[in-house]
């Protein structure tokens, strides 16, 4: 199932998270850190799973895999617990 989300809002759910949270994500998945990285718009603003469209808020992103997003957003929690 594909989801969309906002640029903006796949931003906000990145700079939401504590300090060091690409190197956890990409450890927890079994993933090179730049992947991750580029998953929330790093050296790459598209890639296989992730496209872009033009648009409002930065556009719409359409995620193929939602695992990324996922354990960010538990992270995200998480850290607000604290």
Avoid: C, Q
Wanted: aromatic share 6%.
């Amino acid at each position: 199932m594909i989801k969309t989300i906002t640029f903006n809002e796949l931003r906000k759910v990145k700079d939401s998270l504590p300090s060091g949270s690409m190197a956890k994500i990409a450890e927890e998945l079994g993933l090179d850190v730049e992947t991750v990285r580029s998953y929330f718009g790093g050296k790459k603003a598209s890639g296989e799973g992730f496209h872009i469209e033009p648009g409002p808020d930065g556009g719409l992103v359409m995620l193929d895999d939602t695992k990324i997003l996922e354990v960010a957003l538990r992270m995200a929690w998480e850290n607000k617990s604290m």
